[in-house]
Nanobody, 121 residues
Framework: QVQLVESGGGLVQAGGSLRLSCAASGSIFSINVMGWYRQAPGKQRELVASITRGRRTNYADSVKGRFTISRDNAKNTVYLQMNSLKPEDTVVYYC???????????????WGQGTQVTVSS
């Protein structure tokens, strides 16, 4: 079993910052891509940022220049530094990781439970 545990969400004023963390644990042999998604009520889940094992990154246009994704491979942890937060960033954020649990098997996606970010105007 693999678990992703998220932390760092909360309430912040517009223009403020938060740092989300997501630690993967369990029967982990390797992790390729890790990422952060968000989902507003009544809307589809969307990619916020992703990062490969080699630390190549991708960002949604709406967060470029404000958010930074990073990872610590030794700790199996991915981070999302969120600066210049806006009220429209208010949503549940989900951690995702593409994990291999054996030497022989392929990778599969795992998801965190979600953490709420609320930005007040």
């Amino acid at each position: 079993q693999v678990q992703l545990v998220e932390s760092g969400g909360g309430l912040v004023q517009a223009g403020g910052s938060l740092r989300l963390s997501c630690a993967a644990s369990g029967s982990i042999f390797s992790i390729n891509v890790m990422g952060w998604y968000r989902q507003a009520p009544g809307k589809q889940r969307e990619l916020v940022a992703s990062i490969t094992r080699g630390r190549r990154t991708n960002y949604a246009d709406s967060v470029k220049g404000r958010f930074t994704i990073s990872r610590d491979n030794a700790k199996n942890t991915v981070y999302l530094q969120m600066n210049s937060l806006k009220p429209e960033d208010t949503v549940v954020y989900y951690c995702n990781a593409d994990v291999g649990t054996t030497y022989y098997g392929g990778l599969r996606d795992y998801w965190g439970q979600g953490t709420q970010v609320t930005v007040s105007s």
